[in-house]
Structures are given as structure tokens and as C-alpha cells.
């Protein structure tokens, strides 16, 4: 089966940083563009940032360009989400999804990934 497995979530102070983790199986992680999106309470899916399959392009929403970094382990079937200078309003459940289709440059859309995890939940307050 196809899966997903993201960890690293927790409760954090603003100022604080944490870094999120999801693990593959079941499909050629290495072959796939990931991203992570985020969904608060009672809003809609927002795409956080993405990353295309070597490795060596990354993408951010403007909200968290600067404070926060995607990278990729494909030897470990690992994407990685570093967050730091966390944000009250980054509060949200984060999952991590993979895009099977081949596009440039790589999807925003949360409707373009077709593989998700269960996600995890982030929640910074003081």
C-alpha cells in the first residue's frame, strides 16, 4: 500500500522551531514531487511548500519564506519540513502529499496530490 507517515509535530511557543518528518513506503518516493499542506480549524487546505523530485528545487507560500526549509532524503524515502520563528497563525494540522504526475513547475494546488499522509498537528501558543 501506499503510505505516508509524517512526525515532529507538538505544541510550541511563538519563536519557536520544529522540525516535521514523513517517511514513504509503498511507491517510488524518488520518482515523486512533495509537498506539505496545512489546514487550520475551519479553513481550507493551504499548500506550505513543495519540492521536486532530485531534490534540488524548492517553493514556498510568502508566509513562511524565510522561516521555514523543505528538504528530502530520497535514500530514506523522507521529506523534511524545519520550521523555525513559528508563528501563532502557523497553527495547523501539517501532511505531507506526493504528486505521481510530472509537472514544471511543481503543483500548489492541494487537488494536484494524490498520496497523502494522516498529517500531524503543530499548535503555537504562549
Known amino acids: 500500500d501506499e503510505q505516508l507517515v509524517e512526525s515532529g509535530g507538538g505544541l510550541v511557543q511563538p519563536g519557536a522551531s520544529l522540525r516535521l518528518s514523513c517517511t514513504a513506503s509503498g511507491f517510488p518516493f524518488g520518482l515523486y514531487d512533495m509537498s506539505w499542506v496545512r489546514q487550520a480549524p475551519r479553513k481550507g487546505p493551504e499548500w506550505v511548500s513543495g519540492?521536486?523530485?532530485?531534490?534540488?528545487?524548492?517553493y514556498y507560500t510568502d508566509s513562511v519564506k524565510g522561516r521555514f526549509t523543505i528538504s528530502r532524503d530520497n535514500t530514506k524515502n523522507t521529506v523534511y519540513l524545519q520550521m523555525n520563528s513559528l508563528k501563532p497563525e502557523d497553527t495547523a494540522v501539517y501532511s505531507c502529499?506526493?504528486?505521481?504526475?510530472?509537472?514544471?513547475?511543481?503543483?500548489?494546488?492541494?487537488?494536484?496530490?494524490?498520496?497523502w499522509g494522516q498529517g500531524t498537528q503543530v499548535t503555537v501558543s504562549s
Open positions: 519540492i521536486n523530485r532530485g531534490g534540488d528545487s524548492t
Open positions: 502529499a506526493a504528486d505521481t504526475m510530472r509537472r514544471y513547475p511543481l503543483s500548489r494546488e492541494a487537488s494536484s496530490y494524490v498520496i
